[in-house]
């Protein structure tokens, strides 16, 4: 039921929030993204982080989001700079997290009523959005039910910060009409303590280039190389699944505009949407299986992008 018109104003505000990547793969894997060149070369960083030991993050600064039954709820509190999102799914079914920072005294009702209204009316509530939508800030990406995501921005500024989820139920009903808007403030001393890196991940316009021995567990510095946003997510496969089939059931079902928890796989997390030059720490406790990963931007192909590639864990 989404045509590329449709799903344009709807993108806007996902695009840079933090999950628009995500779902760009996705769409585009469905072979009807619209394009997403985006010039805009901000220098913010981010970071994604989940300490491999203890499942949480691995900075002082640190916020935690559950997800039980159709809301988002919060532990912990967020100073500027760098800071520590976990995105950990509790819920049998997959969200999403877009999170970025509204204007001076917007409250969620309001929000919520302009999301009622278009998603590019609510886009005019948000600081910074332009024609994409807010700047990315790099976050948790999809997370599928029992996952975790944790995402260290690198450069929070002060400010509200509102949390939505834009996926749907089988009826097309949107996760955030059923509660998932939320906001959380950022406030207090800039924190500076970045997580330690165990390798780097690299996005570019036509390759994902891995650590060299990257087995699924610690913190990785994920940089786009490239000239467009990437993003960087994960995907549990049961075996007999491969990655095109799954991510394209993913990308099928999203367009339908139906719930996006198909057979074949889980979303493991992942960084979302990354603007050239910027960065993010994602730490990753995967458990044993077989995983495929992706970056899911600016392809208008059924087939899977080049930004792809699949590991195994234990
Ligand atoms: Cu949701």
Not at 88 to 116: E, P, R, S
Not at 136 to 158: E, N
Not at 175 to 181: A, D, E, Q, T
Not at 238 to 248: I, P, V, Y
């Amino acid at each position: 039921m989404n045509q590329p018109t449709s799903t344009t104003p709807r993108r806007r505000l996902r695009r840079g929030s933090a999950i628009a990547a995500s779902f760009a793969t996705v769409l585009a894997l469905a072979g009807c993204s619209s394009s997403s060149k985006s010039d805009e070369s901000k220098d913010t960083t981010a970071t994604t982080a989940a300490s491999a030991d203890s499942g949480g993050a691995p900075i002082d600064n640190a916020l935690t989001i559950t997800t039980p039954d159709m809301e988002y709820d919060v532990s912990g509190s967020l100073r500027p700079g760098v800071g520590a999102i976990t995105m950990d799914n509790t819920d049998d079914v997959t969200h999403m997290l877009a999170f970025a920072q509204v204007k001076d005294g917007v409250t969620t009702d309001q929000v919520t009523a302009a999301l009622d209204k278009s998603e590019e009316e609510a886009g005019k509530l948000f600081v910074d959005s332009g024609p994409e939508g807010p700047a990315p800030l790099g976050t948790p990406a999809l997370v599928g039910p029992g996952q975790r995501s944790t995402v260290t921005a690198l450069d929070l500024k002060p400010g509200t910060y509102a949390m939505i989820c834009f996926l749907t139920d089988d009826q097309g009903e949107p996760h955030w009409k059923m509660g998932m808007v939320k906001e959380v403030e950022i406030s207090g001393d800039t924190a500076t303590e970045k997580p330690e890196s165990d390798g780097t991940i690299t996005l570019n316009d036509d390759a994902i280039t891995m650590p060299d021995d990257f087995n699924g567990s610690g913190t990785f510095l994920v940089t786009n190389t490239g000239k467009n946003p990437h993003a960087f997510s994960v995907a549990k496969l049961d075996a007999g699944t491969s990655l095109a089939t799954f991510a394209g059931a993913v990308g099928q079902t999203e367009q339908a505009g139906k719930s996006i928890d198909v057979d074949g796989g889980v979303l493991a997390g992942g960084v979302d949407a990354l603007l050239p030059g910027q960065s993010a720490y994602l730490t990753l406790d995967l458990e044993p299986g077989h995983y495929g990963y992706i970056s899911p931007e600016d392809m208008n192909s059924p087939e899977l992008p080049p930004q792809h590639g699949e590991f195994d864990v234990g």
